[in-house]
């Protein structure tokens, strides 16, 4: 569900449209199953105010885990900078032998790891 919607405003936008759509979201399995994102008020058909309660509690926690996750990630990036890693895969091949094959390439020789 947290990848469904970017924030708390965001989600009672999604659960009208999928109501003016006559659409109903159902989490058939794990800790949201049970939940009915779909009550309404009979008069008004407005979301009942639980509703609205739960779907911005769990928008407000899918947000926080989001920031939590980006702060440890620049954590960690920063902290392998600061030990002089360089991010990303190492070269297939060695800075030494870079030249050779590129030389080998032009001149239209078969070129082996």
């Known amino acids: 569900m947290f990848r469904l919607v ?3 405003g965001h989600i009672l936008d999604v659960l009208d449209v999928l109501h003016r759509d006559r659409l109903a979201l159902r989490i058939h399995d ?16 407005e979301l ?3 509703v609205k309660f739960m779907a911005q509690t769990l ?16 954590d960690g990036l920063r902290a392998a900078k600061a030990k002089g890693s360089k991010g990303g ?3 297939a091949v060695p800075a030494d032998k870079t ?5 080998a ?3 239209g020789r078969s070129i082996a790891a």
């Not at 928008?59 to 620049?74: K, M, V």
């Not at 030249?99 to 030389?103: A, L, M």
């Open 6 to 8: 970017r924030g708390t």
């Open 30 to 45: 794990g800790a949201f199953s049970a939940m009915d994102l779909t009550a309404r008020h009979p008069r008004t058909g």
């Open 48 to 50: 009942l105010s639980t």
């Open 59 to 74: 928008a407000a926690a899918g947000e926080l885990q989001r920031d939590l996750q980006r702060e440890l990630t620049y």
């Open 89 to 91: 895969r190492r070269p």
């Open 99 to 103: 030249g050779d094959v590129r030389t």
């Open 105 to 107: 390439y032009l001149e």
